[in-house]
């Protein structure tokens, strides 16, 4: 009887070890990845809608709104801003990338008129601002670039 009861209280302290070695190891590896930000297309949209000024609101379906966003994201995909494949990668930035607002306006701009949306400058700015500002919420891009990094 005795013999038994030392054999449960190995096995179960041998279980133990096991599982607290397993957490610790996956807990370690987890911690030096970055945690992977989701880009949903649905929820940018219900976001930048909201974010922008009534007037914009006004002149800017959800539809065109969506169109926007689909260029944009194409622009920074284009300027290595997101990576090709969701896979679990340790951030290793080695050379930073600036987003230049003032670019990705005029590029959403000009794709805007080729797209025939009716849409103003100002609206196109405050629906580039306020991508970004989701961008940021769901934590895919990083703190503001220092001046020497511009």
Do not use: C, N, W
């Not at 370690?28 to 909201?50: G, I, K, T």
């Not at 701009?109 to 989701?134: G, M």
């Amino acid at each position: 009887m005795v013999l038994v009861v030392v054999i449960l209280v190995l096995a179960a302290v041998t279980v133990f070890g096991i599982a607290a070695v397993t957490v610790g190891r996956e807990a370690h590896r987890l911690d030096a990845v970055a945690p992977r930000a989701v880009y949903v297309l649905d929820e940018a949209v219900d976001y930048v809608s909201d974010e922008l000024p009534g007037a914009a609101q006004a002149r800017l379906t959800p539809d065109e709104v969506r169109m926007l966003l689909r260029v944009h994201m194409a622009q920074m995909r284009s300027k290595g801003l997101q990576p090709p494949v969701a896979v679990d990668q340790v951030q290793e930035i080695v050379d930073p990338v600036v987003v230049d607002e003032t670019d990705a306006v005029a590029y959403l701009i000009d794709q805007a008129e080729r797209l025939h949306i009716d849409v103003t400058d100002e609206d196109v700015a405050h629906v580039v601002d306020a991508h970004l500002a989701y961008l940021a919420a769901i934590g895919a891009v990083g703190p503001v670039a220092e001046d020497d990094l511009a």
